[in-house]
Structures are given as structure tokens and as C-alpha cells.
């Protein structure tokens, strides 16, 4: 199939793409990648009458790391945040996701702000927002605004921007390095979306003891959906009682739906093994960056 007609519109200023999707209201939508736009037009599951292009705007390719942050503009690929050797240093859960984000040519175009804005719950990215609880500044013609992971998502494919608005830049802050990360997920095809997904991230106190342990959950309901597992791990090393049992309190707080890919006693099996799986990497993870540390 073809879209259907669409006025199409470049504007080659960040004043001009505000004023262009103001004007558009709820008729507009912000074209970045286009890999998950151009195939739901095709498929006229999205009909917008105008599709404001944003790739011309020259700032909003930047990708700043600071000592304190990663900042990511709105048309920064996937490819370029998987590749930079900065990016992994500073926030390493950002490279360990995206290498399970699709194919390189698709990673070549599509944007990791537009896969947030997108607010797919099978998106890895959404989980590490989430768990990470990086800032997405919106910008509209009446103003700024600054919205938490946490309160980001609001149902599949909805967030908290509204139409007439975008995404300028999502912000994570710099990983202690007490913190080890981990990314890991079943999908039918390396490069398909996960049939269940796992984000996970673990803090050591004092003596390499865990201290904080936290998931954050992709493909398993219409938003990421993030668990605090502190209260189960804090203060061991590697008893592995505990990290069962961590792992059976997560899959007993989900009710992942079943479709014709799994179902759902299949998902929440997934979600089990995976949360364990996922944790005890991310302990490992944190042992190996304190110990480049010292
Ligand atoms: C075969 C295939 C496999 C894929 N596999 C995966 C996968 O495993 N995991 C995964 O996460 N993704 C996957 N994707 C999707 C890919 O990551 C997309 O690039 C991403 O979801 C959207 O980014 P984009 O820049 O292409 O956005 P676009 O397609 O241009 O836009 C997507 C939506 O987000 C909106 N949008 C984009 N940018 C902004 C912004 N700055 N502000 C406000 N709204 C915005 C658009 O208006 C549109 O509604 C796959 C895609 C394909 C085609």
C-alpha cells in the first residue's frame, strides 16, 4: 500500500519546526528516521495530513557528554550512541540495548530520541529511560518542558507529549561507578522486537555488597515497567537463593498479555529467567567497573 496524500515540510531552523507543527496541531507529526513512521503510513495505520521533516536542523544532530552527562539531540541514530566509545563509558546501558535495537541499516537512520518519542513498550530504549529515569525536555511554541522516565509513558505508543510539541533532547545522567548495568532479551530473530526484554541495574555499597537493584521490564505490558528488588538483594554477593527468589517476585508481579508469539505462562517464564539472567550480569557488570576503578 501507499500513504495516504501528506503535505511534507523541511524546515531547516528549530524555530521553524516549532512553528510548523503549532500550526499543524493535531494533523502533524514529526518525521525523524522514519523507520517506524514510513512503514505504519504505508500501511495507513497513521494518516497525519502533515509530516514536519526535522534531519535539516543542524543542532539537533548534537551528542554532548560532559562529566556529568549524556545529552542526545533528536536526530542522533542509534548507530552513532551504539558506536561511541564515550557514550559507553559514561552510560553503558544505552550500548547494551541498542545492540539488540533491529539491523545496522535501520539503526543507520532511525534516531534513539524518535524511538523514546515513539513510546513503543517493546522498545529497549524506553526501558532504559525508564530504569535510568533520563529527563525528555519537550519543546513547543508555548514553552519547555522537562518530564522524568518515570512519568513519561502513558500507554503504548502515547507519552506526555502532546500534539503541536517534541522531543529536543533526552538527558541521562553519568552511571556511578558502583553502578553495573545489563541488557538482555528473547526475540524470535536476532533484530526482532524482544518477546520479553530486561533492563537491569545494581549499586554496590560497602565490601562489593549490593546495595540497590532495580528492572525495568520491556514487552511485557503497554508500558516499561520498572521493579525495585532492593529489599530481596541488599547486602549479598553471589548467594544464588536470592537471586531466585528476586527473580520469582518479579515474574509474580506481571500479567504480560499472550499473542500469537507467546503466551502468556511462556512470557512470564521469560520474565523469570530473564530478570535473573539480567541481574546477576549487571552485579557483574558493577564488580568489573569498580574493580577498573581501583
Ligand atoms: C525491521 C525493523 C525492526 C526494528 N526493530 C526494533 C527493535 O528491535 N527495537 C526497537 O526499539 N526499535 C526497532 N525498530 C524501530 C527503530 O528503532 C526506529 O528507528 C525507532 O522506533 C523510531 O525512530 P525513528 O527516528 O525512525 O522515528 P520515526 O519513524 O521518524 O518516528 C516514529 C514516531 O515517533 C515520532 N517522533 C520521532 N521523533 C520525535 C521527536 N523528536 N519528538 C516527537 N515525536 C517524535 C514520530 O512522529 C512518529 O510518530 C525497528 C524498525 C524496523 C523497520
Not at 552527562?69 to 550500548?95: D, F, M, N, W, Y
Not at 544464588?240 to 500469537?260: L, M, N, Q, T, Y
Request: aromatic share 4%; charged share 20%.
Amino acid at each position: 500500500m501507499k500513504p495516504a496524500p501528506f503535505e511534507y515540510v523541511r524546515p531547516r531552523t528549530r524555530a521553524g519546526v516549532l512553528a510548523a507543527l503549532a500550526a499543524a496541531g493535531e494533523d502533524g507529526k514529526v518525521l525523524a528516521g522514519g523507520q517506524s513512521l514510513i512503514p505504519l503510513l504505508s500501511m495507513r495505520l497513521a494518516s497525519p495530513k502533515v509530516l514536519v521533516d526535522i534531519n535539516l536542523v543542524p543542532d539537533f544532530s548534537a551528542l554532548k557528554i560532559s562529566p556529568t552527562h549524556v545529552e542526545i539531540g533528536p536526530t542522533v541514530r542509534h548507530q552513532e550512541l551504539l558506536t561511541s566509545e564515550a557514550v559507553r563509558k559514561a552510560v553503558p546501558l544505552l550500548a547494551q540495548a541498542l545492540s539488540y535495537v533491529a539491523h545496522p541499516v535501520i539503526r543507520n537512520r532511525g534516531t534513539s530520541v524518535g524511538s523514546i518519542a515513539h513510546a513503543d513498550p517493546s522498545g529497549e530504549l524506553t526501558a532504559v529511560l525508564s530504569l535510568l529515569d533520563g529527563v525528555v525536555t519537550i519543546e513547543g511554541q508555548d514553552g519547555t518542558r522537562e518530564v522524568t522516565g518515570s512519568d513519561f509513558f502513558l500507554g503504548p505508543l502515547e507519552s506526555a507529549i502532546n500534539s503541536g510539541e517534541m522531543a529536543t533532547r533526552v538527558t541521562f545522567g553519568r552511571l556511578p561507578t558502583t553502578m553495573g548495568t545489563a541488557c538482555v532479551e528473547v526475540s524470535r530473530r536476532h533484530g526482532d522486537y524482544a518477546l520479553v526484554g530486561v533492563c537491569a541495574a545494581i549499586v554496590l555499597g560497602e565490601d562489593h555488597q549490593i546495595d540497590r537493584a532495580r528492572i525495568s521490564l520491556f514487552s511485557v505490558g503497554p508500558t516499561p515497567i520498572v521493579i525495585d528488588v532492593s529489599g530481596i538483594l541488599k547486602g549479598i554477593r553471589i548467594d544464588s537463593k536470592h537471586w531466585r527468589e528476586a527473580a520469582r517476585f518479579i515474574a509474580s508481579s506481571v500479567d504480560p498479555d499472550g499473542d500469537i508469539h507467546a503466551t502468556t505462562a511462556y512470557r512470564k517464564n521469560l520474565v523469570e529467567v530473564l530478570s535473573k539472567r539480567g541481574l546477576q550480569c549487571a552485579y557483574q557488570n558493577a564488580l568489573d567497573r569498580v574493580a577498573v576503578k581501583q
